[in-house]
């Protein structure tokens, strides 16, 4: 799984609006608080306002603010937001990817993926990522041995 600069900045703007929810937070601030480009942060608030996941106020103390609770938003969601499939092989999301021959089962493997992608990423709420108390599952899956040796 690789995740872009784009996913891991929306995802860290929306941690940081999850801490402050429900108050609204400028792009300035947000972009400051994550030391991220202002005028990236605008362009991912502007894709997290789309999907319905941040809305924006104007004035004085104008800013975005997340649209639910950070309980009810999950990382997955945000990644999906900016970046689309959490999963794709060669473009086409696994169910679409057809093998013949020794290849034919590797659609299933794909699938398999993704499942597990999602196990972790749809699990997690802002405000889990957030606070660091994690599902036990995602806990357990990072005290597994080797799992922060890099292969």
Do not use: C
């Amino acid at each position: 799984m690789q995740v872009s600069a784009r996913g891991e900045y929306a995802v860290r703007i929306a941690v940081t609006l999850a801490t402050d929810h429900p108050r609204t937070i400028s792009a300035n601030a947000l972009a400051s608080a994550q030391r991220l480009p202002r005028k990236f942060a605008e362009v991912i608030l502007g894709d997290l306002r789309r999907a319905g996941l941040v809305e924006s106020a104007r004035g004085v103390e104008g800013g975005y603010r997340l649209v639910r609770e950070p309980g009810r938003i999950s990382v997955g969601e945000v990644l999906r937001a900016v970046d689309g499939p959490l999963s794709e092989v060669r473009g086409r999301r696994p169910e679409e990817t057809s093998y013949e021959g020794a290849a034919v089962n590797l659609p299933r493997l794909w699938v398999a993926a993704r499942a597990a992608v999602r196990s972790v990423l749809d699990e997690v709420s802002l405000d889990q990522a957030a606070s660091g108390e994690f599902p036990v599952r995602v806990a357990e899956l990072t005290a597994e041995e080797g799992a922060w040796v890099p292969r």
